[in-house]
Nanobody, 115 residues
Framework: QVQLVESGGGLVQPGGSLRLSCVAS????????MRWYRQAPGKERELVAS???????YYPDSMKGRFSISRDNAKKTVDLQMSSLKPEDTAVYYC?????????WGQGTQVTVSS
């Protein structure tokens, strides 16, 4: 079955950087749009970044400038580089895949931005 496993979360100081990684298995990675979402306590899950099968990227306006998504189809991985992190970036970050075969979610990785 499809598995998405995130890693790279942790505690980081404001202004710091973090790189999240998601490795996929049991799916046709190359035909899937991959996305990163996040969910802060008491808030709805929100889109952070999206990357299409051809590498085209999309960021909501609120995420532009500090987040960068990339993928490696050969390794079946999608990464999220985060910089200039703020306390309000604290959330559980989820990897998501979507294709005509359906959608899947990872279990999430906690990112805490605090001094």
């Amino acid at each position: 079955q499809v598995q998405l496993v995130e890693s790279g979360g942790g505690l980081v100081q404001p202004g710091g950087s973090l790189r999240l990684s998601c490795v996929a298995s049991g799916m046709s990675f190359g035909i899937s749009i991959m996305r990163w979402y996040r969910q802060a306590p008491g808030k709805e899950r929100e889109l952070v970044a999206s990357i299409a099968t051809d590498g085209g990227t999309y960021y909501p306006d609120s995420m532009k400038g500090r987040f960068s998504i990339s993928r490696d189809n050969a390794k079946k991985t999608v990464d999220l580089q985060m910089s200039s992190l703020k306390p309000e970036d604290t959330a559980v970050y989820y990897c998501n895949s979507n294709s005509f075969r359906g959608a899947s979610w990872g279990q999430g990785t906690q990112v805490t931005v605090s001094s």
